[in-house]
Every structure is written in structure tokens, then in C-alpha cells.
């Protein structure tokens, strides 16, 4: 018996999320936060919007709690990610925020091990190898371009 059109498309779900590019200073330069997700692939900490959030909210409280940081600033927003992928049979049409971030650089990293694998600061340059979702390298490049250029005109005041 043949499936009609209904039966044989998986169901379609929206889904928004938000996060960002985390850097600091320090006396090597700048780093770039990535965290290893579930999937053991790097990348940047982000997480589902929850009701009444902005994605600015979002993006912080994710950040803080995937990695343990608390002393987080929002500098610029980077741009939107949208992409799809198939779970359990659902499509899922997904829309992440994200933002570059600045982090305190006395502030420590504890990963939250139930969500993510892994968090670590990387060098620019590190960070641009080792991120590996489509198109991400581009966002993180943007990134710190934006912070690097902050970081410059704030020490000249």
C-alpha cells in the first residue's frame, strides 16, 4: 500500500536557540572559547530560548551554564545561524542567535559535564581549526575580528 505525501514526510518542528562566541584577553593574547558538544564536535556554547527570554538572555544564562562562567558582557551581535536536521524522524528548522561575548579573564571554566563534553580556550588560530559545524569558522572569524577591534579602541582611552 502506498504512503501518501503526509505519511512520508517526517514532521517539521521550529526550534530557537541562542549563544556565542566567548573571548578574553590574556597576557598571550586573545582566546576563544569552544566547548565539545554531545556530538564530540567543537564548538560554541548555545542553548534553547526559553519563554519570556530574549536571545540575549538565553545566550548568557547558556553560556554560564555550559561552561561556569559568570562575568559574561555581550559586545555585538554576530549574526543568525539556520540550518536543518532530522531527530527521531522530526525535521527541525532551527534558528540559533549569536553574539560575541566577552569573558573576565580571572573567571574559570567549569564545564557542565551532563551537557557538554569539553570547554576550552584556544588561540585564534587554534579556534579556527578546531571549529567544526558548516559555516561556523566564518562566525568565529567575524568574531574576532569584532573583538579584536573593541579590545583596540578600549585601550586607547
Known amino acids: 500500500m502506498k504512503k501518501s505525501a503526509k505519511e512520508r514526510l517526517p514532521h517539521t518542528e521550529r526550534q530557537f536557540s541562542a549563544g556565542g562566541v566567548v573571548m ?3 597576557s598571550r593574547g586573545p582566546k576563544v572559547l569552544l566547548i565539545k558538544d554531545s556530538y564530540g564536535h567543537w564548538t560554541w556554547p548555545k542553548g534553547h530560548i526559553e519563554k519570556g527570554e530574549t536571545p ?5 544564562r547558556e553560556i554560564s551554564e555550559e561552561t561556569g562562567l559568570g ?3 555581550i559586545i555585538k551581535i554576530l549574526g543568525r545561524q539556520e540550518y536543518y536536521f532530522t531527530r527521531k524522524n522530526i ?18 571554566i567549569i564545564p557542565q559535564i551532563s551537557e ?3 570547554a576550552q580556550w584556544f588561540s585564534a588560530e587554534v579556534a579556527l581549526q578546531k571549529i567544526e559545524y558548516e559555516g ?3 562566525f568565529v572569524r567575524k568574531a574576532i575580528d569584532i573583538f579584536n577591534k ?3 579602541t578600549s585601550e586607547k582611552r
Request: glycine letters at 2%; zero cysteines.
Open 116 to 118: 557538554i563534553e569539553a
Open 71 to 73: 562575568r559574561l558582557e
Open 150 to 152: 573593541k579590545e583596540t
Open 24 to 26: 578574553k584577553i590574556d
Open 136 to 138: 561556523s569558522a566564518e
Open 91 to 108: 525535521k527541525i528548522f532551527k534558528t540559533v542567535y549569536l553574539f560575541v561575548v566577552k569573558a573576565d579573564p580571572g573567571d574559570k
Open 56 to 60: 540575549d538572555e538565553a545566550a548568557l
